[in-house]
């Protein structure tokens, strides 16, 4: 069974950066495709970044430009670089393997989740 253990969180002010770490084990890291993702209070769990196990990346359109997310395989490891950081950033922060769900098109994550990572964005 994988699991994963995200870190790097914190305090930052607006316009400040973070990179967030994501370390999994028990599982061939190398061959998923990892996602990052954040629940805000009051809100649902969104996927914000995406890598695939051959390194192609998208993003949604609120971190577009801002956020970085990469991977090491020898490390079991992915990362996300967060830029130009916004109040609305702050959540909660986890990463997993997608996992879309139908009909519903939910992306329940494929592995348990982790406890996350609180990134608070204030000055």
């Known amino acids: 069974q994988v699991q994963l253990v995200e870190s790097g969180g914190g305090l930052v002010q607006p316009g400040g950066s973070l990179r967030l770490s994501c370390a999994a084990s028990g599982g061939i890291f190398s061959i998923y495709t990892m996602g990052w993702y954040r629940q805000a209070p009051g809100k649902q769990r969104e996927r914000v970044a995406r890598?695939?196990?051959?390194?192609?990346?998208n993003y949604a359109d609120s971190v577009k430009g801002r956020f970085t997310i990469s991977r090491d395989n020898a490390k079991n490891t992915v990362y996300l670089q967060m830029n130009s950081l916004k109040p609305e950033d702050t959540a909660v922060y986890y990463c997993?393997?997608?996992?879309?769900?139908?009909?519903?098109?939910?992306?329940?994550?494929?592995?348990?989740w982790g406890q996350g990572t609180q990134v608070t964005v204030s000055s």
């Open positions: 890598i695939t196990s051959g390194g192609s990346t």
């Open positions: 997993n393997t997608p996992f879309i769900t139908l009909p519903t098109g939910d992306d329940l994550g494929k592995f348990p």
